[in-house]
């Protein structure tokens, strides 16, 4: 079933175009939101790295502080409490002036700490620029209290609600750092129950300050408890907060505190971060989609334009009789058809001609077979004359006669035993050696000549009657002349995949102007029609593979050089 130009293009348009495209979209879909969750997942590990790394000292250096401040000087400033305790806060001035300088010491602006508070065990407390608001009661039941007895004369930390600890705190969910110990060991007159250090966190206002964006910081322990949060949005989940798969639909990745019990958590919806690249996606499709539709406009216009006009043309084509002179000539179809028709016509026209001269070339063909035919009566005539010569001659005892009838029946039987007109360089070499002894018979033996061909090249094939024009040019041209004997050398070996022959004479030379028409493929008027006759056959046989080469020197000989390509 034919099918338009038409539908087969939108056919195929579809079929590898738009279908591959969406094929790539819907593929690519899935791996660009991977990529992006894991370029995400990067992002939140350099985020926690970073919160991890500052928070970790600041915890560090706050438990360095409380440690030297209590023990420095063999326990001094716990030994002043201690007496402090004892006399109820009745100590000499210098006592108090000195307890002052370590107090402000610690509480420097640049570390920090915002102060520092003494709980002793008689229920009463001494304070440096601490307001607390937590009763001694209240902070017996806080479970940083209790995990701080029970572990004594260790720092513990902890985070807790910066306005209950610090005076005139602005900004809400501000937390500080709670540095806490209880100096059992090291207070041998068990005055002191608690000591409590309040240290701002700069990383806190870093976690806090998340509050609005993408994403969500937590610092929750061990049992779920969250210990700072920079909103609401996933407090009720805490228990997945720490897990492996965390909360669904999210990005999360966490951290442990090292010396804590503390895990930090960041955490960003999956929504929120494919959300601008899923309207970027909408928008290319939106494009993509309007693109294909105006493609189809387009397209639609241009073949009604051009389909209509070709399948007019088409069926005027299938209707044409050669015969016929030409086509009407659609005036009113575009110029690029009307040029289609006119170049058809022109074709018909070289096609009538082609079919006039093949007819020619024809009734010549059949004409050159029935010569041939013909001429087969001449080569039997001239072969069964020649056996009988060469019978009388053996009769007479003449041998020369003998000898130079064979070898004119080797010629003959060579040139006309069959039609083809190439044989073997073995075949050609035997009918040169029968042209050498008539020609040896003819002028006395007054010449030499040496024939080397390579045993592999014997097999090859080249045109006939290659080699005896040029050596009957050597004979005749350049030695018979000469009173020396002359000598002619022909060499035949393959190189590479070349057959090359070389022959070569000692005669008397070939001037400059006879040797340039010679290279030019002339017929000179000194005779060698022979050699004019091969460089004329060897070129339709090779083409441009095939090359000769000629140099003469007069009163020194010629060498002639022909390299064809390697034929089985």
Request: charged fraction near 25%; charge should be negative; include cysteine.
């Amino acid at each position: 079933m034919r099918q338009n130009m038409q539908k087969i293009f939108f056919k195929r348009f579809i079929l590898f175009v738009v279908l591959p495209i969406l094929l790539l979209i819907a593929m690519g879909i899935p791996l660009l939101i991977h990529q992006i969750e894991k370029n995400e997942l990067q992002n939140l590990d350099v985020m926690l790295s970073s919160y991890e790394t500052s928070l970790e000292q600041e915890i560090s250096e706050g438990s360095m502080k409380l440690s030297q401040f209590l023990l420095i000087n063999e326990n001094e400033m716990l030994k002043m409490m201690s007496e402090y305790s004892e006399a109820e806060g009745a100590i000499d001035y210098n006592k108090r002036k000195e307890m002052e300088e370590r107090f402000n010491y610690l509480t420097t602006p640049d570390s920090n700490v915002e102060g520092i508070e003494f709980y002793f065990n008689n229920g009463k407390s001494y304070g440096n620029r601490t307001y607390i608001s937590l009763t001694k009661a209240e902070i017996e039941e806080c479970f940083w209290y209790k995990e701080t007895k029970r572990g004594t004369d260790r720092v513990h930390v902890t985070i807790a609600d910066a306005a209950d600890f610090i005076p005139n705190v602005s900004g809400q969910n501000k937390k500080a750092l709670l540095f806490l110990v209880s100096p059992e060991r090291y207070d041998p007159k068990e005055q002191l129950d608690l000591v409590l250090m309040v240290q701002g966190c700069t990383i806190f206002d870093s976690l806090s300050g998340l509050s609005g964006t993408d994403y969500s910081a937590y610092i929750a322990d061990d049992k779920g408890n969250v210990l700072l949060k920079s909103d609401e949005r996933y407090v009720g989940q805490a228990e997945d907060l720490q897990s492996k798969s965390g909360i669904w639909n999210t990005i999360s990745q966490s951290i442990r505190i090292y010396g804590t019990n503390w895990h930090l958590i960041l955490i960003k919806d999956k929504g929120l971060i494919l959300r601008e690249y899923i309207q970027n996606i909408g928008f290319m499709l939106l494009i993509s989609a309007i693109i294909f539709f105006v493609f189809y406009l387009f397209a639609r216009g241009f073949f009604n334009t051009l389909a209509l006009p070709i399948a007019t043309l088409t069926k005027e084509m299938q209707a044409l009789d050669l015969k016929a002179s030409s086509i009407e000539i659609n005036t009113e179809a575009p110029y690029e058809i009307q040029q289609i028709q006119m170049q058809f016509n022109e074709m018909v026209c070289r096609i009538q001609n082609l079919v006039t001269v093949n007819q020619q070339n024809e009734y010549a063909r059949h004409q050159e077979e029935l010569k041939a035919l013909q001429s087969q009566i001449n080569p039997h005539f001239f072969s069964n004359t020649l056996n009988t010569i060469k019978f009388m001659a053996q009769v007479s005892k003449n041998e020369g006669i003998r000898q130079m009838t064979d070898a004119l029946m080797q010629i003959l039987d060579c040139s006309f035993r069959d039609f083809e007109s190439t044989h073997t360089l073995e075949d050609e070499v035997h009918m040169l050696e029968a042209y050498l002894c008539i020609m040896k018979i003819r002028y006395a033996e007054n010449f030499s000549v040496m024939i080397d061909i390579e045993e592999q090249c014997k097999g090859y094939r080249i045109p006939k009657l290659v080699l005896q024009p040029f050596i009957e040019n050597a004979l005749t041209h350049g030695l018979l002349d000469e009173m020396a004997e002359g000598r002619i050398k022909v060499g035949i070996h393959k190189a590479g995949k070349f057959i090359v022959i070389v022959i070569e004479d000692n005669g008397c030379g070939i001037s400059n102007e006879i040797l340039e028409q010679i290279k030019d493929g002339y017929e000179t008027k000194a005779g060698r029609i022979g050699i004019a006759n091969v460089l004329k056959r060897l070129p339709l046989y090779y083409g441009e593979d095939f090359a000769f080469l000629i140099e003469s020197s007069l009163g020194v000989g010629t060498k002639v050089e022909i390299r064809i390509p390697v034929s089985n």
